[in-house]
C-alpha cells in the first residue's frame, strides 16, 4: 500500500468507532484500496481454473456437443447481470432513504459493470442460440427480459450523466434502479410462467443438479471469479467517484498531496542511494 493510503488509513482508524465508521468516504477510501487487489488477484485465479474445467476437463454433452461450453460464460453473466442489479437497488434504496453518500456511490460504480455482464450474458446467448434454436435471436421471454434489463442499466446511467448535481443525479438514479427492480424476478421465473424456447434452470437448491458434476464445478468456480471481478472492479470505480465528488474536501487534497510526494523522484530510495553515491 502506499505511503499516502496507509496515512489516511491510519487517519480513518482513529475516527469513528465499529462498522459503521466505513459509512463515511474518508474512511471507506484506504479500505476499498486494500482489496482491490486481493479480489483482482481472486478473479484472476478463478477466472484461469474455471476455464480451465470447463474447456479442458468437463465433458462433452451428448446432446449438443461442445457449443454447450458457452455455459461457462454465459450463466455466470447472466447470474451477475440480475445479482449486481438487485445489489444496486439495494444502495440506491439505503442511499435515498438515508441519504447516505456512500451509497449511492457504490450505485453509481455498480452500473457499468452490470451492464457489461448483460451484455455478455446477452450475446453468448446469441452464439449459444445459433447452433442450438437455428436464430442469433428470438423474442422469447428470458432474452427479452434480459434486453430490458440491459436498457435499464443503459438507462440508469444515461440519467445519472444528464443532471449536473449529484445529488440530485443519485435520486434520480435510484428511483429509476427501485422501479426496475421487478424486471429482476421476472427474468429468473419467465422460463416458469411462460412457455419459451429457453431452457429451464440446470441448478436449483431444491433438486439435485442436472449436469454433469465437472460441468457444474466449472461454472460455479467462474461465477465466483465474476463476483470476485466485480468486487474489484465496483471498489476502484468508487474510489475514484469518491475522490471526484470529494476533491474540494480537505483530506482529498492531502491525499493528492501525500500521493504527489510519495512519486517525486526525491522520496524515492533509488533516487536517494543516487543522489549519494
Request: charged fraction near 15%; charge should be positive.
Amino acid at each position: 500500500m502506499s505511503t499516502a493510503n496507509q496515512i489516511f488509513a491510519s487517519r480513518a482508524e482513529s475516527s469513528g468507532s465499529g462498522f459503521f465508521k466505513y459509512a463515511s468516504p474518508q474512511t471507506f477510501f484506504p479500505l476499498a484500496g486494500k482489496m482491490i487487489p486481493w479480489f483482482a488477484t481472486a478473479a484472476v485465479i478463478l477466472a484461469v481454473a474455471g476455464l480451465y474445467i470447463g474447456f479442458a476437463v468437463a465433458p462433452t454433452d451428448h446432446q449438443q456437443g461442445d457449443s454447450y461450453r458457452i455455459i461457462f460464460l454465459h450463466v455466470p453473466a447472466a447470474w451477475m447481470s440480475m445479482f449486481i442489479y438487485v445489489v444496486m437497488a439495494f444502495w440506491s434504496f439505503v442511499g435515498l432513504t438515508l441519504n447516505t453518500r456512500l451509497s449511492s456511490m457504490m450505485a453509481t460504480a455498480l452500473a457499468p459493470t452490470g451492464a457489461m455482464f448483460t451484455f455478455l450474458a446477452l450475446w453468448t446467448g446469441a452464439l449459444w442460440g445459433k447452433p442450438t434454436w437455428g436464430a442469433w435471436w428470438v423474442w422469447d421471454a428470458r432474452l427479452t427480459s434480459e434486453l430490458i434489463l440491459l436498457f435499464l442499466y443503459i438507462g440508469f446511467m444515461a440519467l445519472q450523466a444528464s443532471i449536473d448535481d449529484a445529488r440530485r443525479a443519485d435520486k434520480a438514479g435510484a428511483v429509476l434502479a427501485l422501479v426496475g427492480v421487478v424486471n429482476v424476478p421476472i427474468i429468473y421465473f419467465s422460463v416458469q410462467w411462460w412457455n419459451t424456447l429457453h431452457q429451464g434452470s440446470s441448478v436449483s437448491l431444491t433438486k439435485a443438479p442436472s449436469m454433469a458434476m465437472t460441468m457444474l464445478l466449472g461454472m460455479l468456480v467462474m461465477a465466483f471469479a465474476a463476483w470476485a471481478y466485480t468486487i474489484a472492479v465496483a471498489l476502484a470505480r468508487v474510489r475514484c467517484i469518491v475522490l471526484e465528488r470529494e476533491k474540494h474536501t480537505e483530506w482529498v487534497r492531502d491525499w493528492y498531496e501525500q500521493s504527489l510526494g510519495a512519486r517525486s523522484p526525491e522520496n524515492r530510495p533509488n533516487a536517494r542511494r543516487g543522489d549519494e553515491a
